[in-house]
């Protein structure tokens, strides 16, 4: 079932909570020792919630439910969440106790979801996998050889191999849209400033989400969880209706821009390109207006922003000599940033975004690209590639292939989703990435709705 199903099948008293926790743990059970996806649990306090909600839901008319009562969600081990452990995916981090919760945890306890346990991700987040020194790999229940992606990697695996109808998990360079490519997901980053945060992380390019089955299903969660919230230095605009009514609404020709060339120079593979092929015919069809564009993004931007995010560590209280070879070294690149460097590549980037937007709605209104240059590659090879390369001070080529299509946006604070729209001969998901203007998820929604019904994807499912 997607969450909205789910929700309803509750709501409907068609089956408990209790009912549903009880096959979420057990699918853990089945399928977890594989995939290592979750690696906290609070089975206990898990049932106790969903057997309580049991007797919520006899006595409550349904209307007067929260939306997604009884619906379980697992929380990435990034977030914090009051009353839980917290690792950061690190051996450096004892798994101290969280004193408070982040905005976004509170939104789905008012929502009515069930937390259950924690999701795997890569060390403090800063890569493109689920991998890391202290939980191991996590794997891709489409095939277990390869990655699920990352960071949020845990998160989908989670969803995809059917533990969870909806997972947790955040995007600070393609976090949400690369494991939702990977995994045959729905994964959407919104714009800057939309779902609000206890503090702006690597300058509000980080932002909070879900990976889910379907679109309704992410758009009604997103008007769960964003703001705007007045305690927030800054706040994207308020939607003009709902986002889930979005979907229902009428859909115009609208101008789509095609890019199959990657920044950087970097090859595509045949695998991504074919996927955007098929969703830019499939666009066609729908009567939208095709034509091509191209990507750059100069190397002092990409600079700028990933000393943003090499003094994010500054956030975090841990062990050095205990983290892993890459982090050492952004902890001492970060180290070696003076104040006012710092302000300077915030500026930059300020400004590049500036610059970069200008033309947006000029000669196209939603971009269309691959999400990564890459297929998922196989399990644990990012992570080696990216402790080798600690030394240079730069990032993974590999982490460059999976990220180049994704994480400008960030920078920019566009929303952008990952569609799965294509699978190869081999049976892997392939997705596609939309990204719309600034502040403009209802049209890109609208979009990505209009696609899901011609594409069919949610008929498709890993075999574990």
């Given at each position: 079932m997607t969450a909205l199903e789910l929700a309803a099948a509750i709501r409907d008293r068609a089956i408990s909570p209790s009912e549903v926790m009880e096959a979420t743990l057990d699918r853990i059970?089945?399928?977890?020792?594989?995939?290592?996806?979750?690696?906290?649990?609070?089975?206990?306090?898990?049932?106790?919630?969903?057997?309580?909600?049991?007797?919520?839901?006899?006595?409550?008319?349904?209307?007067e439910l929260p939306p997604f009562f009884g619906v379980p969600i697992p929380i990435k081990d990034l977030t914090e969440v009051e009353g839980w452990p917290i690792t950061y995916g690190s051996r450096a981090v004892s798994g101290k106790v969280s004193i408070e919760s982040e905005p976004v945890v509170e939104a789905f306890q008012q929502a009515g979801f069930i937390l259950t346990g924690r999701t795997n991700t890569p060390e403090f987040g800063p890569i493109t996998v689920a991998e890391n020194l202290r939980y191991g790999l996590s794997r891709n229940p489409w095939n277990p050889q390869l990655t699920p992606g990352g960071s949020s990697?845990?998160?989908?695996?989670?969803?995809?191999?059917?533990?969870?109808?909806?997972?947790?998990?955040?995007?600070?360079?393609?976090?949400?849209?690369?494991?939702?490519s990977c995994c045959g997901l729905v994964g959407l980053k919104v714009?800057?400033?939309?779902?609000?945060?206890?503090?702006?992380?690597?300058?509000?390019?980080?932002?909070?989400?879900?990976l889910t089955r379907d679109v309704a299903s992410t758009a009604a969660i997103l008007d769960l969880i964003s703001g705007p919230d007045m305690a927030q230095w800054y706040n994207a605009p308020k939607p003009e209706r709902p986002f889930f009514s979005e979907l229902g609404l009428p859909l115009g020709p609208i101008r789509i821009g095609v890019v199959d060339a990657a920044p950087f120079g970097l090859p595509v593979a045949e695998e991504c390109r074919e996927a955007t092929r098929a969703a830019a015919s499939l666009l066609e069809r729908l009567g939208h207006h095709l034509r091509p564009a191209s990507l750059s993004i100069p190397d002092e931007v990409l600079a700028a922003f990933l000393q943003v995010v090499n003094s994010g560590l500054a956030d975090y209280d841990f062990d050095l000599e205990q983290t892993e070879p890459h982090i050492r070294a952004s902890v001492q690149a970060a180290r070696e940033?003076?104040?006012?460097?710092?302000?300077?590549?915030?500026?930059?980037?300020?400004?590049?975004?500036?610059?970069?937007?200008?033309?947006?709605g000029d000669e196209y209104d939603i971009l269309l690209t691959p999400t990564m240059t890459i297929p998922p590659p196989i399990a644990g090879t990012v992570l080696e590639a990216t402790h080798q390369s600690a030394s240079t001070g730069a990032p993974a080529l590999e982490v460059f292939q999976m990220a180049a299509f994704t994480a400008m946006f960030n920078m920019f604070g566009q929303p952008a989703i990952s569609l799965p729209i294509h699978v190869t001969e081999g049976g892997v998901p392939i997705g596609v990435q939309l990204v719309g203007a600034p502040f403009g998820e209802a049209l890109l929604l609208r979009l990505a709705a209009q696609l899901e019904q011609a594409s069919g994807w949610t008929d498709h499912f890993p075999h574990l």
């Open positions: 059970d089945a399928v977890n020792p594989t995939l290592n996806a979750v690696i906290w649990r609070n089975d206990a306090e898990a049932l106790q919630h969903a057997e309580t909600a049991d007797q919520t839901v006899v006595h409550t008319p349904p209307e990697g845990g998160a989908a695996a989670a969803a995809a191999g059917g533990m969870f109808a909806v997972a947790h998990g955040n995007d600070g360079g393609g976090s949400l849209r690369i494991p939702a714009s800057r400033g939309r779902v609000p945060s206890l503090q702006m992380n690597w300058e509000g390019g980080s932002v909070e989400g879900v940033l003076d104040s006012l460097s710092y302000v300077r590549a915030v500026h930059q980037l300020q400004r590049a975004t500036r610059t970069f937007i200008a033309s947006w």
